[in-house]
């Protein structure tokens, strides 16, 4: 994928554009299915970060704030699981530009145009 000249994605958008992924995931199954509780902690990991909007420097330390803030007295396990996957996948989008141009293009679609199988379109 040629991403040169990709635009740098801040901390905003891009828990903005992973949230649009994993609403646009759960409108794509068939059936009526309730969000999963590991969807619903992504998109409260997303939501605290997205709005605290911090300088990039400084994604690692709001999301770890979020952790303790969505896990609501409970113990923290589940939300550092999935926060983990979201620093991995912050530390992709600082690193690679084919990644963000990537994201960007993955929200944009209609949630029933998203590919089966790999997102990168290898099935």
């Not at 299915?33 to 998109?43: A, E, R, T």
């Not at 969505?70 to 550092?80: D, E, I, K, M």
């Amino acid at each position: 994928m040629a991403a040169e000249g990709v635009a740098p994605l801040g901390p905003a958008e891009f828990c903005a554009l992973e949230r649009q992924l994993v609403a646009g995931m759960a409108m794509r199954k068939k059936r009526n299915v309730k969000m999963g509780p590991v969807q619903q902690l992504k998109l409260e990991l997303l939501e605290h970060v997205e709005t605290a909007d911090p300088d990039p420097s400084l994604f690692s330390a709001v999301l770890a704030e979020a952790v303790v803030a969505v896990s609501h007295g409970l113990g923290t396990g589940p939300a550092q699981a999935v926060a983990s996957d979201l620093q991995m996948d912050w530390n992709l989008a600082c690193a690679s530009p084919g990644f963000v141009a990537w994201l960007r293009q993955a929200a944009a679609q209609r949630p029933d145009s998203f590919p089966r199988g790999d997102p990168f379109g290898e099935r």
